[in-house]
């Protein structure tokens, strides 16, 4: 008597099942990735923010223990990059009227006309937005006649907001 043959493998379900169950894993993978991309910039910038501001409070400092009170304004006009012996890699460089469109986004760069630093946030998905996310910051300082405890907490970089934004 003969047996009769079955063919082993995987039906069209199985094999839906399986690829449905992949495609899930994947999903879940890309999100978490993403999510640790974003997270790593923050921390990125958010480092770079207190480097420049310790360089920003040395220079303060500085022109305190020189009796150079008066040159503390021009401080707030100059590029806090410059203030920097090693400049980052990812630092673009000063700009007069930046296009922040045609720039590379996760990267620095100075805007010479708003005195202000500006850092492009990379949108790391894989299906990119259009529009452009960047955090522009600004110097603020004290006044003149600031004692050495308030020179030593108050000048700072802070997130400059337009009043458009403010409005919104």
């Not at 069209?12 to 992949?22: G, R």
Request: avoid cysteine.
């Amino acid at each position: 008597m003969a047996k009769a043959f079955r063919q082993r493998g995987f039906t069209l379900f199985e094999l839906a099942v399986v690829a449905s169950v992949f495609a899930i894993l994947a999903a879940v993978f890309l999100n978490r990735v993403r999510d640790y991309q974003q997270q790593a910039q923050q921390v990125a910038v958010a480092q770079m923010l207190g480097v420049l501001r310790t360089s920003l409070r040395v220079q303060v400092l500085q022109l305190y223990l020189a009796d150079q009170r008066a040159k503390m304004p021009a401080l707030a006009r100059q590029n806090p990059f410059d203030w920097l012996e090693d400049k980052p890699a990812n630092y673009l460089g000063e700009f007069a009227q930046p296009d922040l469109a045609k720039l590379q986004a996760g990267n620095w760069l100075y805007d010479r006309k708003e005195q202000k630093i500006i850092y492009l946030f990379s949108n790391s998905n894989i299906f990119p937005s259009t529009g452009v996310d960047a955090a522009k910051f600004k110097v603020t300082l004290p006044g003149v006649d600031a004692d050495l405890d308030k020179l030593a907490k108050e000048p700072d970089i802070v997130v400059w907001k337009s009043p458009d934004s403010a409005a919104k």
